[in-house]
């Protein structure tokens, strides 16, 4: 378990088994052995939507922000899984017919400069730049030199992106937007804390700079919340979390309808990775993996061109021993 991560099993009817991860720690451990568990089994849905809706439903007085949709995201996807390899087919497979690319685009996320200079010197295409480490006030002109410095290492034609991780304000954000506009920087991701969707609607009409977020929101109903009051330019939700690939599927069309770019966070990892590529085919984008999530077999290979699309029965995914 690591910030909270949980490891999920299934077991369809016909025997067959599917893994997925979602979040919550102990507590969403408790979430689906007492409450998940008891509105799943012996229902007579058989199709991941159908039993998304049924886990959705189930907790819906309780459970629509948080700890419930971070457990319901862990059985989805393993729900996905088990269906996937009980049909023999991808889950890219499940989600379109379009042939399928070999290698997506990856951005690689970084949290200090060592990191910076490494991702640089592997020739990534793209760096997101996390400045939590500089407070919750920073002096935006050290921020510009952190960006100034990587755009030189970088050089031009590659993505730059900057993550304050909640810790800023309204002001501040502004004050860095106008400070870093100069060298062509792709969003600023979580300025703000998650709820405060003023501020968040004041920043994405007035930045220079586009707006992303939805790393910590949940379900259908919070990206289309999202969506109405303009609040970013960028969903970002995080498969694990925001309630599994039936919600990252309804993402995407609520995304398309309000013409806002969905990257999905940690867009590597096998569970978000094929439906990037199917879902996604003007702007597909993919975030480095985690190092520390090493708890399952079937990481996708990163190359300098980016990160490759596996086809292997359901997400190809097994436990580590």
Not at 12 to 21: D, P, W, Y
Not at 117 to 128: C, F, I, N, S, W
Request: glycine share 10%; aromatic share 6%; charged share 25%.
């Amino acid at each position: 378990m690591t910030l909270g991560q949980i490891l999920v099993e299934v077991t369809l009817a016909s025997g067959e088994k599917g893994i997925g991860v979602g979040g919550g720690g102990k507590s969403g451990v408790h979430v689906i052995d007492t409450v998940l568990k008891e509105c799943l089994l012996g229902t007579d849905r058989d199709t991941p939507h159908q039993l998304h809706r049924v886990m959705c439903d189930h907790t819906s007085f309780y459970g629509r922000k948080g700890l419930v949709p971070m457990a319901i995201s862990g059985v989805d996807l393993a729900i996905w899984d088990a269906y996937g390899k009980s049909v023999g087919k991808s889950v890219y497979e499940l989600l379109t017919d379009v042939p399928p690319p070999t290698v997506l685009p990856m951005y690689q996320t970084v949290f200090d400069d060592a990191e910076a200079e490494l991702a640089v010197k592997d020739g990534k295409q793209a760096v997101k730049l996390h400045v939590e480490r500089f407070g919750d006030r920073p002096k935006p002109e050290v921020i510009g030199e952190l960006v100034r410095s990587t755009r030189m290492r970088l050089g031009e034609g590659k993505a730059i992106m900057l993550d304050a991780f909640g810790r800023w304000n309204v002001d501040t954000t502004l004050a860095v937007a106008h400070e870093i506009n100069q060298y062509d920087v792709e969003w600023i991701e979580e300025p703000v804390r998650p709820d405060q969707l003023e501020d968040y609607a004041t920043l994405n009409r007035e930045s220079p700079i586009p707006i992303a977020g939805g790393e910590h929101e949940y379900l259908e109903e919070g990206f289309l919340a999202l969506a109405a009051s303009k609040a970013v330019s960028v969903f970002q939700p995080d498969i694990n979390w925001c309630g599994g690939l039936t919600s990252l599927i309804h993402i995407y069309r609520i995304a398309e309808d309000a013409g806002i770019r969905v990257v999905p966070h940690r867009g590597s990892e096998p569970y978000s990775l094929p439906a990037i590529a199917a879902l996604d085919r003007e702007q597909p984008l993919a975030e480095s993996a985690r190092s520390w999530f090493d708890c399952i077999n079937g990481m996708a290979e990163v190359t300098p061109a980016g990160v490759e699309l596996l086809l292997s029965p359901g997400f190809g995914v097994s436990l580590k021993p």
